[in-house]
């Protein structure tokens, strides 16, 4: 073998065990971003639930709103989640407070229903 195919081999070898290092440095870093997304995601969910309750039978929330929003670069849409709205209460019109599914009904609370 000459020394310009062997230069080419050591040459492709290193390429290739950068590339490597690379991808694996990437997949650390990426597992990291996901475990810190999901602990401030634990978070958030924690000060959801203590933040909005079912003013009638106190269920927390469990899940924020999502929603889709303009991206800022001004092609479609981007999924979005509200972390300052539940997702799974709703607020009633008359009383604004917030109800679970079942103690609200065409957005009057059944409090409310009862005393208006
Ligand atoms: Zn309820
Ligand atoms: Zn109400």
């Known amino acids: 073998m000459d020394w310009k195919t062997k230069a080419n081999e050591i ?31 634990k978070k958030k969910l924690r000060t959801l639930a203590r933040k909005f309750k079912c003013n009638i039978c106190r269920t927390p929330s469990k899940k924020p709103r999502d929603y889709k929003s303009h991206d800022a670069w001004g092609g479609g849409y981007e999924n979005s989640t509200d972390w300052n709205t539940p997702g799974d ?20 609370c059944k409090t409310c229903a009862e005393k208006l």
Do not use: F, Y
């Open 89 to 108: 209460l709703e607020k009633c019109r008359s009383c604004l407070k917030w109800m679970c599914k079942k103690h609200i009904h065409k957005r009057i």
């Open 11 to 41: 040459n492709d070898g290193w390429d290739a065990a950068r590339e490597k290092r690379e991808k694996g440095e990437r997949e650390e870093s990426e597992r990291k971003e996901n475990e810190k997304r999901e602990k401030e995601n």
